[in-house]
């Protein structure tokens, strides 16, 4: 007998639209950085992230916005379930269509990779 998915939480639907509106205001390369973080979560270990890498350099300059957003969006997408990340991509495919589809063919060509 199936079971029925996990209901979504209000608090990660909230989380969901904050991480979604900072979506519509951030840059192209925002974007991008974004859309390589997400990737790095989505086939851990066959990406190299430029989150990883700028996290080696051990910058000592304050924080800007941005940075702060996307450790609020790690943390926040740490603690989602599948069910709610899958929400998450159906949520930014409805704003942003070929940024999904950007990501899913950048996730396809990670298969085969160690």
Same mark, same amino acid.
């Given at each position: 007998m199936?079971?029925?998915?996990?209901? !979504? =939480?209000?608090? =990660?639907?909230?989380?969901?639209?904050?991480? /979604? =509106?900072?979506f519509q205001g951030w840059s192209?390369?925002?974007?991008?950085?974004? #859309?390589?973080? /997400?990737?790095?979560?989505?086939?851990?270990?066959?990406?190299?992230?430029? #989150?990883?890498?700028? =996290?080696?350099?051990?910058?000592?300059? #304050?924080?800007? !916005? *941005?940075e702060c957003q996307l450790r609020l969006w790690t943390q926040w997408f740490e603690a989602w379930g599948e069910e709610e990340r899958n929400h998450f991509l159906h949520m930014l495919e409805e704003r942003d269509p070929l *940024?999904?589809?950007?990501?899913?063919r950048s996730v396809a060509g990670t298969a085969g990779r160690d």
């Open positions: 199936a079971t029925e998915p996990e209901p !979504i =939480s209000y608090v =990660s639907v909230q989380e969901q639209r904050c991480v /979604l =509106s900072w192209a390369a925002q974007r991008e950085r974004f #859309l390589q973080d /997400l990737l790095g979560k989505a086939v851990p270990g066959k990406v190299c992230t430029l #989150l990883d890498s700028l =996290s080696t350099l051990q910058v000592q300059a #304050l924080p800007n !916005i *941005f *940024f999904v589809a950007h990501f899913y």
